[in-house]
């Protein structure tokens, strides 16, 4: 069959389209565009649902790449689409390939079930347990402690990395690299009172010893952070974590006055924006 006649001031958007009550299995659907310099892939799909197929179903909210709801995997890439333009992503015939996070089941077209993601959010604690008494007035961090954490507060939770793992496609038990960077977060804040019952939950073969460190959560993360590192620096504390623990009682009889002139742990390592 000869292919279409395709028109260069018009984009081809191949989108993967599946509604379980009404298809068997998914299938790949083409949508023409207007290529307008400016357009980013989330105005083309929005473009699509709303003159050509109001029935393509997809996830998005701020559009400044904040919230984390849009990531896809476009040309086989997990990115943001709110934050990608539509004309660096098309191939030399003017075409792009949308398809949903890759590993996660689809529950329509290009929205994924991400229960197995919050599930394992949930199973490091993200939250900060703080000591029982606040200080009257604030804690006290030195500035390696705060540039420690910095970068791994970025975070968007965007699943992006999650569904580009190798690992987490093999074995569903694996934490993940983004709930392991939200524990490497809480783990090095001088606030935070559990570090070793963190340590314990991530430091099994479930946790930072299942990483293979293929480096894919790297490529993914839209915000450019690295949770291998993370993954790293967690897997060296566990296996030091009763003197790590012992370190973390020591800061925090200081963490409400004026800062220890001696290194905290929480200097130990940062994760760093990748260059
Ligand atoms: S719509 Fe919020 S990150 Fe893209």
């Not at 003159?51 to 984390?68: K, V």
């Not at 689809?106 to 949930?122: A, P």
């Not at 030091?240 to 009889?253: D, H, I, M, N, P």
């Given at each position: 069959?000869?292919?279409?006649?395709?028109?260069?001031?018009?984009?081809?958007?191949?989108?993967k389209r599946f509604n379980p009550d009404s298809d068997a299995k998914p299938y790949m659907q083409e949508f023409q565009v207007p290529n307008l310099q400016g357009t980013t892939l989330l105005d083309a799909l929005h473009r699509i649902k709303h003159e050509q197929d109001g029935s393509l179903t997809f996830r998005r909210s701020c559009r400044h790449a904040i919230c984390g709801s849009c990531a896809m995997n476009v040309n086989g890439r997990n990115i943001l689409v709110c934050k990608t333009p539509l004309q660096g992503q098309l191939d030399r015939k003017g075409v792009v390939t949308i398809k949903p996070l890759p590993y996660l089941p689809i529950i329509k077209d290009l929205v994924v079930d991400r229960s197995t993601f919050w599930n394992e959010y949930l199973r490091v604690k993200p939250w900060l347990v703080p000591p029982a008494t606040s200080p009257e007035r604030e804690f006290r961090m030195s500035p390696e402690e705060v540039a420690a954490l910095h970068n791994a507060e970025t975070c968007i939770m965007c699943g992006a990395c999650y569904s580009a793992c190798q690992v987490v496609a093999l074995n569903k038990?694996?934490?993940?690299?983004?709930?392991?960077?939200?524990?490497?977060?809480?783990?090095?804040?001088?606030?935070?009172?559990?570090?070793?019952?963190r340590?314990?939950?991530?430091?099994?073969?479930?946790?930072?010893?299942?990483?293979?460190?293929?480096f894919n959560c790297i490529d993914a993360c839209p915000k450019n952070l690295n949770p291998t590192q993370a993954i790293e620096t967690l897997r060296r504390l566990a296996q030091k974590r009763t003197a790590f623990e012992a370190a973390r009682v020591e800061r925090q009889r200081t963490i409400a006055g004026p800062l220890a002139a001696e290194p905290t742990p929480a200097a130990e390592g940062g994760v760093r924006h990748v260059p």
């Amino acid at each position: 069959m000869a292919s279409p006649v395709r028109s260069k001031s018009m984009a081809t958007v191949r989108v993967k389209r599946f509604n379980p009550d009404s298809d068997a299995k998914p299938y790949m659907q083409e949508f023409q565009v207007p290529n307008l310099q400016g357009t980013t892939l989330l105005d083309a799909l929005h473009r699509i649902k709303h003159e050509q197929d109001g029935s393509l179903t997809f996830r998005r909210s701020c559009r400044h790449a904040i919230c984390g709801s849009c990531a896809m995997n476009v040309n086989g890439r997990n990115i943001l689409v709110c934050k990608t333009p539509l004309q660096g992503q098309l191939d030399r015939k003017g075409v792009v390939t949308i398809k949903p996070l890759p590993y996660l089941p689809i529950i329509k077209d290009l929205v994924v079930d991400r229960s197995t993601f919050w599930n394992e959010y949930l199973r490091v604690k993200p939250w900060l347990v703080p000591p029982a008494t606040s200080p009257e007035r604030e804690f006290r961090m030195s500035p390696e402690e705060v540039a420690a954490l910095h970068n791994a507060e970025t975070c968007i939770m965007c699943g992006a990395c999650y569904s580009a793992c190798q690992v987490v496609a093999l074995n569903k038990k694996y934490i993940g690299p983004h709930a392991l960077l939200k524990s490497f977060l809480r783990v090095l804040d001088p606030r935070d009172t559990i570090p070793g019952e963190r340590l314990a939950e991530v430091g099994t073969d479930e946790g930072v010893f299942r990483c293979h460190t293929i480096f894919n959560c790297i490529d993914a993360c839209p915000k450019n952070l690295n949770p291998t590192q993370a993954i790293e620096t967690l897997r060296r504390l566990a296996q030091k974590r009763t003197a790590f623990e012992a370190a973390r009682v020591e800061r925090q009889r200081t963490i409400a006055g004026p800062l220890a002139a001696e290194p905290t742990p929480a200097a130990e390592g940062g994760v760093r924006h990748v260059p």
